[in-house]
C-alpha cells in the first residue's frame, strides 16, 4: 500500500487553551530532529492535528516505524489519497482495506466532508463506500458502535483522504516543553525509567554519572553510556556529564562513620549536580529513588540527604514498586544494559550495615570535620562531557 502522508493525533496537547501553539511547534521540531538522517518532508500544523507528508516510500516507513517513540503523540494513522472521482475512491477503499488484518473483524466507514460542492452528501457517501466495501470483503461486518476498523473518509478540495489503522503514540508531552533537568544516571535499572517518566512529561534531560577507578571499570562507564544513547532515542539529545569521584570517595572512607557514609555520599552526589544544574540552567534534579527500596531511600535518608540542596529534586518512581520498574524498563530497551555485571561507585562502596534513619545533626557533625566543598567544585571541572545519540547529526539542537 501506498500511503501519501501521516495523520498524528494531539492527545493531551488538545487540552492546552493559548499556549497551544507553543506546544504544538515543540512537538513539530522534535519530530523534525527525530528524524533529522531522512531526506525532506514537509510537516502541516493544524489546530487538533498534524500531517506529515514524505516524498518517498522508504522515509514514510521508517517515520512510521519511529513515530511511536516521540512524546506528544496519542496515535497516527498512515493516510491514502485519491481523486474526487467515485470510482477512484471505490478503489482507494479496496486498497485500505485490503492492507489490514480483516480475520473476525467488523467496521464501519466515518466521512468528514470539508468540501462542500463534492457531489454526495455525508451519508451517502458513507453509504457508497460502506456497500462497496461490503461486497468486496463479504467475510467484515458492519457494527457502527466501537467497531474494530474504522475505515475514515475526508473530502477535500484537492482531493479524498482515507485511513484505517489507529497506531499509539507515546502519549504525554513533547521534550522541551517543560524545561530541561539533570537526570543522576548511575547504571542500575530505575534511573533510566526515571528519565524516561520524565522525558514523557516534556522534559529535557542532562544526565550526571559518578565515575570511580579503579573502583569502577571502563566496561561500567559504557553501560551508562549506552543508557544514554537509549534515553536519546526518544526525540531530543542527552548530553552526559561523567565525574571524577574517587578522591571524595576515599575521603568519606577516611572521615565519615561507616554506618552513614553512603547519606554523606549521595549529599555529595547531590551537591555536585546542583552545580551542574547551576551551569546548564537547568530547573531540577532527576533521581531513580523508590521509598524504602534501600537504606538510602527511606523517608529520614532522603530527608538528610535533601538537606544540601534547596533545588526541587523530583523522584517519578518514588511509589513504584520494583517489578513495576523492571516492567517498564524492559519496554523501553534499558533492562538488557541495566543488568551487565558491571557496578557503580554506589554499588562498590556500599557499607555492610548503613543506617536507615540517619539524623541530619549527626551527618553534619561528621562532615564538619573535613570540607568537602573544594573537592566537591574540582569534581565539576574536571567533568567528562558527552552528547548523545553519537551518529547523528544535530541539525536542530537550537530547538530543543
Avoid at 95 to 106: E, G, N
Avoid at 288 to 309: F, H, M, P, R, W
Avoid at 345 to 362: G, M, N, R, V
Avoid at 373 to 393: G, L, W, Y
Wanted: with cysteine.
Amino acid at each position: 500500500m501506498e500511503w501519501k502522508e501521516i495523520l498524528i493525533r494531539y492527545g493531551e496537547l488538545s487540552t492546552k487553551g493559548r499556549n497551544r501553539n507553543a506546544f504544538t511547534g515543540r512537538l513539530r521540531d522534535n519530530i523534525r530532529y527525530a528524524f533529522a538522517d531522512l531526506p525532506k518532508f514537509k510537516i502541516i500544523t493544524e489546530r487538533d492535528r498534524m500531517f506529515i507528508r514524505p516524498h518517498e516510500k522508504e522515509t514514510m516507513d521508517k517515520i512510521i516505524e519511529r513515530l511511536p517513540r516521540i512524546f506528544g503523540i496519542q496515535s497516527f494513522s498512515p493516510v491514502a489519497s485519491c481523486s474526487l472521482d467515485l470510482e477512484d475512491i471505490k478503489q482507494t477503499a479496496t486498497k485500505v482495506m485490503d492492507s489490514l488484518d480483516r480475520t473476525d473483524k467488523t467496521f464501519k466507514v466515518s466521512v468528514k466532508r470539508s468540501y462542500k460542492p463534492f457531489e454526495m452528501e455525508t451519508n451517502e457517501l458513507q453509504q457508497y463506500v460502506g456497500s462497496h466495501v461490503l461486497r468486496s470483503f463479504p467475510e467484515i461486518k458492519v457494527q457502527m458502535k466501537k467497531p474494530d476498523i474504522d475505515l475514515r473518509v475526508e473530502v477535500r478540495k484537492e482531493g479524498v483522504y482515507m485511513s484505517a489503522e489507529i497506531i499509539p503514540g507515546a502519549g504525554g508531552l513533547p521534550i522541551g516543553s517543560n524545561g530541561k533537568s539533570i537526570l543522576m544516571l548511575s547504571g542500575g535499572i530505575d534511573s533510566p525509567v526515571a528519565g524516561y517518566q520524565m522525558l514523557k512529561r516534556g522534559v529535557r534531560l542532562d544526565a550526571i554519572h559518578f565515575y570511580s577507578p579503579p573502583f569502577t571499570s571502563e566496561l561500567s562507564k559504557e553501560k551508562v553510556m549506552d543508557l544514554a544513547e537509549k534515553l536519546s532515542r526518544f526525540g531530543a539529545s542527552v548530553k552526559l556529564h561523567i565525574i571524577p569521584f574517587t578522591a571524595i570517595q576515599q575521603e568519606i572512607q577516611k572521615q565519615i562513620p561507616d554506618n552513614v557514609s553512603m547519606t554523606t555520599t549521595r549529599r555529595m552526589m547531590l551537591k555536585i549536580a546542583d552545580l551542574v544544574r547551576e551551569e546548564t540552567k537547568a530547573l531540577a534534579i532527576i533521581t531513580g529513588e523508590s521509598l524504602g527500596q534501600v537504606a538510602s531511600q527511606t523517608l529520614e535518608s532522603l530527608t538528610a540527604i535533601n538537606a544540601v540542596t534547596t533545588t526541587p529534586v523530583l523522584r517519578p518512581l518514588i511509589a513504584f514498586d520494583k517489578q513495576d520498574i523492571i516492567t517498564i524498563a524492559e519496554e523501553i530497551d534499558t533492562y538488557d544494559v541495566s543488568i551487565r555485571p558491571y557496578e557503580d561507585c554506589c554499588t562498590i562502596f556500599t557499607p555492610a550495615s548503613p543506617k536507615t534513619k540517619p539524623k541530619l545533626e549527626k551527618v553534619e557533625f561528621y562532615e564538619s570535620f573535613k570540607s568537602f566543598d573544594d573537592m566537591v567544585t574540582q569534581a565539576v571541572s574536571d567533568r567528562e562531557i558527552m552528547m548523545f545519540p553519537k551518529k547523528k547529526e544535530d541539525k536542530f539542537s537550537d530547538f530543543l
